[in-house]
């Protein structure tokens, strides 16, 4: 009779416990934030982008890295700059027309995924899925924030703008699971493990806005928000 009811008793544990396996996965881990819970209000206000300038950027691809694509697959890499101009139109309406950049000459013309104002809104200007020329040797991997202002400093100097870059870099960064140390400045893209680029003269090209010691404060800022 003891045998039985043991067993009895032991059979009735074992099904407590399959149920809490079944039940406890289902309820959300207690501090867990998910990347979606991190995106911050974005408006989207897209450059033209048609198949032409796919082409484009697909024989641009081709070119520099080697591989015939305008789509971007999972980015590696997060890339902040300074627009050198001082409002989002201004912004876009330079990376509108497709034409040739006046820098280097080619198509397509340059654009960035993003830009954040001294505002702090945030608009996108090209989907995640898509090749954007803002930084040579990343563009195959990387997503380009730009922002509205003349250098490093006013962008640091300004809290709305700072705070909302650093809102949407730590979604971007959650959401692609990238690195802190990949997110870097215009300045830092010859140091990156990613940066490749297969024409001769442009293998040390870069620009000089957001420098080391600027992108150094900024990720530690960006670091005291939490992980992902």
């Known amino acids: 009779m003891l045998l039985k009811v043991g067993a009895r008793t032991g059979a009735v544990a074992a099904l407590a416990l399959a149920l809490c396996a079944i039940v406890l996965p289902l309820r959300p881990v207690s501090g867990a934030t998910s990347p979606q819970q991190l995106r911050p209000r974005i408006t ?17 691809s081709q070119r520099h890295y080697g591989e015939p694509s305008w789509r971007l697959r999972q980015p590696r890499v997060i890339v902040e700059h300074v627009a050198v101009a001082g409002t ?3 912004i876009y309406n330079t990376f509108a027309p497709d034409v040739a950049d006046p820098e280097l000459g080619e198509l397509p013309n340059v654009c ?23 930084t040579v040797g990343l563009n195959w991997t990387a997503i380009g924030i730009e922002h509205t202002g003349f250098s490093d400093a006013d962008v640091l100097g300004d809290r709305l703008q700072l705070r909302a870059s650093m809102r949407l870099t730590r979604y971007l960064r959650c959401r692609f699971q990238i690195r802190l140390r990949n997110v870097i400045g215009h300045a830092e893209s010859l140091t990156s493990p990613y940066h490749r680029e297969r024409v001769p003269s442009l293998r040390r090209q870069t620009h000089g806005d957001w420098s080391h010691r600027s992108m150094r404060i900024y990720r530690r800022k960006l670091r005291r928000l939490g992980p992902c």
Request: hydrophobic share 45%.
């Open 44 to 60: 989207r206000w897209a450059i033209p982008f048609g198949p032409k300038r796919k082409h484009q950027m697909a024989a641009y």
């Open 88 to 90: 989002v139109a201004a």
């Open 112 to 134: 960035a995924h993003f830009v954040v104002s001294s505002s702090g809104r945030i608009f996108q200007l090209v989907n995640l899925r898509t090749r954007c020329r803002h």
